[in-house]
């Protein structure tokens, strides 16, 4: 039993549910995507994602008009498996295909490069056995792109991450629930003057490269919330 923690866009509200392995994921529709997909190689009985991303799958799902075979969809950062700032993390990101012909992967793609559901579907080329789609959303913190500048009130699937960083770190946020409060703060703060960063209480570019560098790929402490 997966406990899934969803961020509404619609409503600003975080939604938790509890799904088996062959259930659907919430928002989901005519069981398109089961939860033992969307976990993948994860270990996590922690899930989350959001309710765009569900609904740009159910839109992606009906375009293409058959199973779409997922390889990789959510990993908590400190199981790794993809770039530091990586939209796997956020729950939000696809690679599918690997299973199908060539010729299939590319009318996928075609499709979903076409289709205006998803934020960013990576070109072709970098991607030639597999297709890439994410439902990322905010405006990046570093100009290279990656994950939107957080602080104190906001909420969201990218407060988790920084939540499951700082806890795996060490430094406690009274649990994961995707909602930059007190505790959150006191937490960023506390870290960012361990590292010696800008003591401000905000996630920004410098303070999630620190994180992400510090806990991608690292597996989980005895201060991991699972």
């Known amino acids: 039993m997966a406990k899934i923690l969803v961020f509404n866009n619609d409503t600003d509200r975080m939604e938790t549910y509890y799904r088996g392995e062959a259930e659907s994921m919430p928002y989901n529709t005519n069981g398109t ?21 569900m ?3 159910n839109s992606q799902r009906y375009i293409f008009g058959a199973p779409i075979p997922v390889g990789f969809a959510f990993k908590r950062p400190y199981e790794g498996g993809h770039g530091n700032q990586s939209q796997h993390y956020a729950g939000v990101a696809f690679d599918v295909g690997q299973t199908l012909t060539p010729n299939r992967r ?8 076409s289709s205006g559901v998803w934020y960013y579907v990576e070109p072709i080329s970098l991607t030639p056995t597999w297709v890439h789609f994410d439902r990322r959303f905010g405006a990046p913190a570093c100009s290279t792109g990656g994950y939107p500048t957080l ?3 906001s909420l969201s699937n990218y407060v988790l991450i920084a939540q499951d960083d700082l806890n ?5 946020t009274n ?13 960023v703060l506390a870290y960012q003057r ?3 960063l800008v003591a401000d209480g905000v996630v ?20 991991t919330i699972n």
Do not use: H, M
């Open 204 to 223: 920004g570019c410098n303070t999630w490269r620190s994180l992400q560098e510090a806990v991608v790929g690292t597996g989980p402490t005895g201060t």
């Open 55 to 57: 609904q740009s799958w």
């Open 175 to 187: 649990g994961l629930d995707g909602i930059f409060g007190y505790a959150t703060q006191n937490a």
């Open 168 to 172: 795996t770190l060490g430094y406690r």
């Open 151 to 153: 602080k104190r009130g």
């Open 194 to 196: 361990s590292r010696g």
């Open 33 to 53: 995507l089961r939860v033992r997909e969307f976990r993948g190689a994860s270990k996590s009985n922690i899930l989350w994602t959001t309710k765009r991303t």
């Open 106 to 113: 590319r009318i996928l793609w075609d499709l979903a490069n």
